[in-house]
């Protein structure tokens, strides 16, 4: 699980995202980070990927990795994280 800082005006303190919720590339409605791939390590079926953003590290499972992305290592990406997969906690850690 990613966690993050929540937005403000969010009514949250943190928001967190599973890694095979996260996406590369537009997609429409969600919040879309800069990342730069800091690892991509293949795990037989899937991928996982360490990716740099602004909000801090973010890991990604993609469960059928092209061999574009095994080879993406170093490369910048557009992030999104799907706003109906994102999970919203407040300070007390519960679930809003």
Known sequence: MNFFPASPGLGA?????RPEDVRLGDVPGAIALAGIVRKCTFL??????????????LLMRDADPTPELLASSGQEMRVCLPRDRIA?????????
């Open 88 to 96: 919203l906690f407040d300070a007390s850690g519960k679930r809003v």
């Open 44 to 57: 037989g079926r899937e991928a996982q990927l360490l990716i740099e953003t602004p909000l801090g590290p």
């Open 13 to 17: 303190a943190e928001m967190a995202i």
